[in-house]
């Protein structure tokens, strides 16, 4: 467990408050893993949300996607957006990709709510810490919404992928 940071106040409220239910204020937002694969846009699912910090100790979302179909299917790859003001952006193109909100509001929903939301996810290669790896670049919204779908696993994608 993360202490907050001495004399700011905690964004995730008391340690007793609901850890399945995330809020964000986007008014001032604009709108708008490890592996390696070709750059490109992928079907996606959102398999985990997670509330954690930055290593520079800001409050963040960890949203977890799969990949639902074609060569690379059940890979999973993590996207971090911070809960600062100058990294709202990001918060916002996600919420608004997985239909849970808009920019210019404010965005309340359960993890459950969340979970199981398709998407669109453009992969890129990117250098971190001296290794090429692949990195969700941006969140689009899926073509046929963003679902929920039902029935995917993606432990066994790779068995039976997800029709795109």
């Known amino acids: 467990m993360h202490d907050s940071v001495p004399g700011m106040p905690n964004p995730f409220g008391a340690p007793k408050d609901n850890d399945d239910e995330f809020s964000v204020d986007l008014s ?27 290593k520079n100790g800001n409050p963040q979302w960890i949203w977890t996607f799969a990949i639902m179909s074609g060569e690379h299917a ?30 210019g509001t404010v965005s309340k929903f359960i993890k459950n709510e969340a979970l199981s939301r398709r ?9 971190y810490n001296g290794q090429e790896r692949s990195s969700i670049a941006k969140v689009l919204s899926h073509p046929d919404g963003p679902g929920p779908v039902t029935g995917f696993n993606p432990k066994k994608a790779s068995d039976s992928p997800v029709s795109f």
């Open 28 to 54: 001032e937002a604009p709108t708008g893993g490890g592996y390696l694969i070709p750059d490109g846009d992928y079907p996606a699912l959102l398999v985990d949300l997670r509330k954690g910090f930055s």
């Open 74 to 103: 059940g890979k999973e790859f993590s996207l971090f957006t911070a809960l600062t003001p100058s990294a709202l952006w990001k918060v916002a193109e996600t919420v608004e990709a997985l239909g849970l909100g808009k920019g």
């Open 119 to 127: 998407c669109i996810i453009s992969i890129r290669k990117e250098t």
